[in-house]
């Protein structure tokens, strides 16, 4: 240090070991002496500053304490010194794409530089403080993403144009909390027709439908777009429009509709103010809009509006019903090309100050505090923060499982009086960054796929626990993310079951033509995609560039031809008598019965059991592929099981509205195990008395005080006795039951255990 004395001159530093003192080393800059400004001295002070901080990148320290130089006895004012440092440090950051610089601690012995420094931090760098919170929404420079940024940023998921958020969400749109839900209706605004009114009205309460007969009395026509109130919704209002049917003979027209209407749904709303929408998928149910076309088309619909208009409405939603899961999965998919393939991407600033800390993006945080003794404590960040490799953990009921606890010490310093409350603050603020979503799930849990999901609690750095559900706890942007991993790995496991379902049932191979005796199976994935696109009748099946003729039953693929060959292993069930005729290609018919011996039957059960309800309707599910489903799990357990009876005929199932649509579709899956009762184990109940189904805990009354009920055919196989911790069968049994020798409640844990023949509607 004293060989370098004479060298150095005003502005210039050099860094010299630490010693004794809780750091890694000390920078000794030169400070220039005050006289009036006649000597340049802002000037030296500034780089003195800046110079400080290139010595810290160059070793690659990312904290570092600055007192308030030349302002003592060297005379610079306090009010120009501490101006000029924070502006200093301000020029320096604007000029780095990549710092390294984490911390920065402005410290001083004196209350009056602290607010000098205070002030000037509120001014240079834009931060408005608030006597009620600690936060600031402005962003500090240095962000790897936005090096020269300094304008407040908003949390966003775009490309390369502004505002608009486009979120991909697994759930009910009735669940939704934005400013508008849209719903897709029909032409005369009769909610109760069609699975997301029905959702809509459900929630909303008649008010909504009321609303709509008053409003609209001649309904609405194609198109067009009906406008209420939320009512009991988490919304402003609904969007009622009407979509035409899916046309063969002009597909482009009817997907420019498509476009349109949405970007007169996104006009509308902004012309009411609102700044948030959520669509549900439209066009995919009924109206039978090919679901493959639709991510492209909805995303680029909002993307397009975004573009052309500087718009206030910053979030749009695309919500997924969680039965839907091929439709989630081709949506995921869009968005994951999109964010990969064109830098569609999320970003997500979240604020915590300590004092006058802000955590923000690259700049970790910025620090005011004044030393009673005039000394710093600035610790090195290696020392503060555990980042050792987590421990192998595996994801057991109720257990967290993912990042262990990272620890940061934060140190206050502050009036003793003040204290509680900033300590108070912060926990506050820490708070509001976390949070918990829960996911339900129908699949195996196996321990191998708990293994994938303490992966992507590993990858997201949060924390997931597995119960009745699959919850995730941790910040809010790592949750977002990772809740869209794990819905994309359930949907993997769902297909993987339905692959190997499939596999015993039926077998593709292929062959060249030249060399028949070389027969080759197909992947269960590439069998289920085969057999799928066979049931529906089609004629071709496009699947990863290869083109599969069914009506030749061949491919080709590398200028050669192939044979493909389908090989019926168990054989499939004709459909029962009692079925009304299907078209080829229908999987599902949901049919009414009005007389006839299936009617008097159940009539007779409710007149005898329930004199006090009323039937309203019954209608038979005709659903091809549970049914197949089911008689091969029974044959399964007719081989497995030879000397008991494996079927109980006339069970019943109460439920809700809700769940109906889904029940209907993908049968009793494993997303309603638990859901009304765990006494015999957390599967899916089944009972012989009709008056215990029907019971309000099981079968709940809509609003209108309607209830349902299902009258199912049950595969119960081998019996053990059920208890409330029963998780998953033993070895070779098949059901639990309430009592072995005179059961009376059936609870099952198979996909295709049950099948539910009819439907009751019925009411007090």
Same mark, same amino acid.
């Given at each position: 240090?004293?060989?370098?004395?004479?060298?150095?001159?005003?502005?210039?530093?050099?860094?010299?070991?630490?010693?004794?003192?809780?750091?890694?080393?000390?920078?000794?800059?030169?400070?220039?002496?005050?006289?009036?400004?006649?000597?340049?001295?802002?000037?030296?002070?500034?780089?003195?500053?800046?110079?400080?901080?290139?010595?810290?990148?160059?070793?690659?320290?990312?904290?570092?304490?600055?007192?308030?130089?030349?302002?003592?006895?060297?005379?610079?004012?306090?009010?120009?010194?501490?101006?000029?440092?924070?502006?200093?440090?301000?020029?320096?950051?604007?000029?780095?794409?990549?710092?390294?610089?984490?911390?920065?601690?402005?410290?001083?012995?004196?209350?009056?530089?602290?607010?000098?420094?205070?002030?000037?931090?509120?001014?240079?760098?834009?931060?408005?403080?608030?006597?009620?919170?600690?936060?600031?929404?402005?962003?500090?420079?240095?962000?790897?993403?936005?090096?020269?940024?300094?304008?407040?940023?908003?949390?966003?998921?775009?490309?390369?144009?502004?505002?608009?958020?486009?979120?991909?969400?697994?759930?009910?749109?009735?669940?939704?909390?934005?400013?508008?839900?849209?719903?897709?209706?029909?032409?005369?605004?009769?909610?109760?027709?069609?699975?997301?009114?029905?959702?809509?009205?459900?929630?909303?309460?008649?008010?909504?439908?009321?609303?709509?007969?008053?409003?609209?009395?001649?309904?609405?026509?194609?198109?067009?777009?009906?406008?209420?109130?939320?009512?009991?919704?988490?919304?402003?209002?609904?969007?009622?429009?009407?979509?035409?049917?899916?046309?063969?003979?002009?597909?482009?027209?009817?997907?420019?509709?498509?476009?349109?209407?949405?970007?007169?749904?996104?006009?509308?709303?902004?012309?009411?103010?609102?700044?948030?929408?959520?669509?549900?998928?439209?066009?995919?149910?009924?109206?039978?809009?090919?679901?493959?076309?639709?991510?492209?088309?909805?995303?680029?619909?909002?993307?397009?509006?975004?573009?052309?208009?500087?718009?206030?409405?910053?979030?749009?939603?695309?919500?997924?019903?969680?039965?839907?899961?091929?439709?989630?999965?081709?949506?995921?998919?869009?968005?994951?090309?999109?964010?990969?393939?064109?830098?569609?991407?999320?970003?997500?600033?979240?604020?915590?100050?300590?004092?006058?800390?802000?955590?923000?993006?690259?700049?970790?945080?910025?620090?005011?505090?004044?030393?009673?003794?005039?000394?710093?404590?600035?610790?090195?960040?290696?020392?503060?923060?555990?980042?050792?490799?987590?421990?192998?953990?595996?994801?057991?009921?109720?257990?967290?499982?993912?990042?262990?606890?990272?620890?940061?010490?934060?140190?206050?310093?502050?009036?003793?009086?003040?204290?509680?409350?900033?300590?108070?603050?912060?926990?506050?603020?820490?708070?509001?960054?976390?949070?918990?979503?829960?996911?339900?799930?129908?699949?195996?849990?196996?321990?191998?796929?708990?293994?994938?999901?303490?992966?992507?609690?590993?990858?997201?750095?949060?924390?997931?626990?597995?119960?009745?559900?699959?919850?995730?706890?941790?910040?809010?942007?790592?949750?977002?993310?990772?809740?869209?991993?794990?819905?994309?790995?359930?949907?993997?496991?769902?297909?993987?079951?339905?692959?190997?379902?499939?596999?015993?049932?039926?077998?593709?191979?292929?062959?060249?033509?030249?060399?028949?005796?070389?027969?080759?199976?197909?992947?269960?994935?590439?069998?289920?995609?085969?057999?799928?696109?066979?049931?529906?009748?089609?004629?071709?099946?496009?699947?990863?560039?290869?083109?599969?003729?069914?009506?030749?039953?061949?491919?080709?693929?590398?200028?050669?031809?192939?044979?493909?060959?389908?090989?019926?292993?168990?054989?499939?069930?004709?459909?029962?008598?009692?079925?009304?005729?299907?078209?080829?290609?229908?999987?599902?018919?949901?049919?009414?019965?009005?007389?006839?011996?299936?009617?008097?039957?159940?009539?007779?059960?409710?007149?005898?059991?329930?004199?006090?309800?009323?039937?309203?309707?019954?209608?038979?599910?005709?659903?091809?592929?549970?049914?197949?489903?089911?008689?091969?799990?029974?044959?399964?357990?007719?081989?497995?099981?030879?000397?008991?009876?494996?079927?109980?005929?006339?069970?019943?199932?109460?439920?809700?509205?809700?769940?109906?649509?889904?029940?209907?579709?993908?049968?009793?899956?494993?997303?309603?195990?638990?859901?009304?009762?765990?006494?015999?184990?957390?599967?899916?109940?089944?009972? /012989? =008395?009709?008056?215990?189904?029907?019971?309000?805990?099981? @079968?709940?009354? %809509?609003?209108?005080?309607?209830? #349902? !009920? +299902?009258?199912?055919?049950?595969?119960?196989?081998?019996?053990?006795?059920?208890? /409330? =911790?029963?998780?998953?069968?033993?070895?070779?049994?098949? @059901?639990?039951? %309430?009592?072995?020798?005179?059961? #009376? !409640? +059936?609870?099952?844990?198979?996909?295709?255990?049950?099948?539910?023949?009819?439907?009751?509607?019925?009411?007090?």
């Amino acid at each position: 240090m004293k060989e370098r004395r004479s060298e150095l001159k005003t502005g210039e530093v050099v860094s010299t070991k630490a010693g004794r003192l809780k750091c890694k080393t000390i920078i000794h800059a030169v400070r220039p002496i005050w006289n009036n400004g006649m000597d340049q001295e802002m000037y030296y002070l500034s780089r003195a500053v800046q110079n400080c901080l290139a010595v810290l990148e160059e070793k690659s320290y990312t904290s570092i304490a600055i007192p308030a130089i030349s302002t003592g006895i060297f005379g610079i004012p306090i009010e120009e010194g501490t101006k000029c440092t924070v502006t200093a440090i301000k020029e320096y950051l604007d000029t780095q794409t990549n710092s390294k610089i984490k911390h920065i601690c402005l410290i001083d012995v004196q209350k009056e530089v602290i607010r000098a420094f205070r002030h000037h931090l509120e001014t240079v760098f834009g931060i408005s403080k608030s006597r009620d919170t600690a936060s600031s929404n402005a962003s500090l420079p240095g962000s790897q993403q936005e090096p020269s940024s300094m304008t407040p940023r908003t949390n966003e998921t775009s490309r390369e144009y502004d505002g608009i958020e486009i979120n991909l969400m697994i759930d009910s749109i009735s669940n939704v909390s934005l400013d508008v839900i849209v719903n897709s209706t029909n032409k005369n605004l009769e909610l109760n027709n069609g699975s997301i009114s029905k959702f809509i009205l459900n929630a909303a309460g008649p008010e909504i439908q009321n609303e709509c007969n008053q409003r609209y009395p001649q309904g609405i026509s194609t198109s067009k777009i009906a406008v209420t109130k939320g009512y009991n919704l988490n919304c402003k209002n609904v969007f009622h429009l009407v979509l035409p049917p899916w046309d063969e003979n002009s597909p482009d027209s009817i997907l420019a509709n498509l476009t349109q209407i949405i970007t007169t749904c996104l006009e509308k709303a902004e012309r009411m103010g609102a700044k948030s929408l959520a669509f549900p998928i439209l066009g995919a149910g009924t109206l039978k809009y090919p679901i493959e076309e639709l991510p492209r088309t909805m995303y680029e619909a909002v993307k397009n509006y975004s573009n052309q208009n500087s718009s206030q409405i910053k979030v749009v939603n695309f919500v997924v019903y969680p039965q839907d899961t091929e439709i989630a999965k081709l949506f995921h998919e869009y968005l994951q090309n999109k964010q990969e393939n064109e830098g569609f991407h999320s970003k997500e600033i979240f604020n915590l100050n300590v004092n006058e800390e802000i955590i923000k993006q690259h700049l970790t945080s910025f620090t005011i505090q004044e030393s009673q003794d005039g000394s710093s404590d600035v610790q090195d960040d290696d020392e503060d923060i555990d980042d050792k490799d987590d421990e192998d953990e595996e994801i057991e009921d109720n257990v967290s499982a993912g990042q262990k606890d990272v620890g940061v010490t934060l140190k206050f310093f502050a009036e003793y009086k003040n204290l509680d409350n900033a300590i108070e603050t912060v926990k506050k603020e820490y708070d509001s960054l976390l949070t918990t979503q829960k996911i339900p799930f129908d699949v195996d849990l196996t321990e191998s796929r708990k293994l994938s999901l303490r992966d992507i609690s590993r990858t997201h750095k949060i924390q997931i626990s597995v119960s009745d559900t699959i919850t995730i706890y941790g910040r809010q942007s790592h949750v977002k993310d990772a809740k869209l991993s794990v819905q994309s790995l359930l949907m993997e496991f769902k297909e993987t079951e339905e692959e190997t379902l499939i596999k015993e049932m039926v077998q593709w191979s292929y062959f060249d033509e030249n060399f028949p005796e070389n027969l080759r199976m197909f992947s269960d994935k590439k069998n289920a995609k085969l057999e799928r696109a066979y049931l529906q009748k089609k004629k071709f099946l496009d699947w990863n560039k290869i083109k599969y003729d069914f009506q030749k039953m061949s491919f080709r693929l590398g200028g050669r031809e192939f044979k493909i060959k389908r090989k019926q292993i168990l054989k499939e069930e004709p459909i029962p008598d009692t079925w009304s005729p299907m078209e080829d290609g229908e999987l599902i018919k949901i049919v009414p019965v009005k007389n006839g011996p299936e009617y008097d039957d159940i009539e007779a059960t409710f007149r005898q059991n329930l004199p006090s309800y009323r039937i309203i309707k019954i209608e038979r599910i005709q659903n091809k592929t549970l049914y197949h489903g089911y008689q091969a799990l029974k044959r399964k357990f007719e081989v497995e099981n030879p000397n008991i009876t494996n079927e109980v005929d006339g069970l019943w199932h109460g439920t809700a509205e809700g769940s109906i649509e889904g029940i209907n579709k993908s049968g009793f899956n494993r997303s309603y195990c638990g859901k009304n009762a765990t006494a015999f184990g957390n599967g899916v109940y089944f009972a /012989r =008395r009709i008056h215990y189904s029907a019971n309000d805990k099981y @079968s709940v009354p %809509d609003a209108n005080k309607t209830k #349902r !009920i +299902y009258k199912c055919s049950v595969l119960v196989g081998r019996m053990m006795q059920g208890h /409330r =911790r029963l998780k998953v069968l033993q070895d070779s049994y098949n @059901s639990a039951v %309430d009592d072995i020798q005179r059961p #009376r !409640i +059936y609870v099952v844990f198979h996909d295709f255990q049950a099948y539910p023949n009819y439907l009751i509607t019925f009411s007090v």
